[in-house]
């Protein structure tokens, strides 16, 4: 069952690169994004890399990690997974699931939980993101 809503953010793409293909699959595009928002209530700054491979049927299938961290220096690092959607106006759209990792007492309630996503970028880098417990 969706859960609440558990962290938002927004930011902006800060690189891009194209990997090679291997073993016959398409190249596959590497995206870097830092962003601020807030994760259980805590004020964070979030930084990221995934990569998307354009599918046969004009889907992406991409996954990523990062690491964020708050004011006071509380930390996590996360994992993610998703499929996603070329917007009209030169965008993707991402959905997928997420889990952390912190042993900060921030974070504690991250411990044990999916997370499931949204995560749009605009044709001009901007992002946005947003999180829901999954019970």
């Known amino acids: 069952m969706l859960g609440d809503l558990i962290g938002e953010e927004q930011g902006q793409v800060t690189g891009q690169r194209v990997l090679a293909g291997e073993h016959g699959l398409p190249p596959t595009v590497e995206t870097s994004f830092a962003a601020t928002g807030t994760l259980l209530g805590v004020p964070v700054k979030d930084m990221g890399t995934y990569t998307a491979r354009l599918r046969a049927d004009g889907t992406l299938e991409g996954g990523g990690q990062g690491v964020l961290m708050s004011p006071t220096g509380a930390h996590a690092t996360w994992k993610g997974q998703g499929v996603g959607t070329f917007t009209e106006s030169g965008g993707n759209s991402f959905r997928g699931s997420i889990v952390y990792d912190s042993d900060s007492p921030e974070f504690a309630g991250l411990r044990g939980v999916a997370g499931v996503f ?18």
């Open 118 to 135: 949204e995560f749009e970028v605009d044709a001009d880098g901007k992002t946005v993101g947003k999180l829901w417990a999954w019970k």
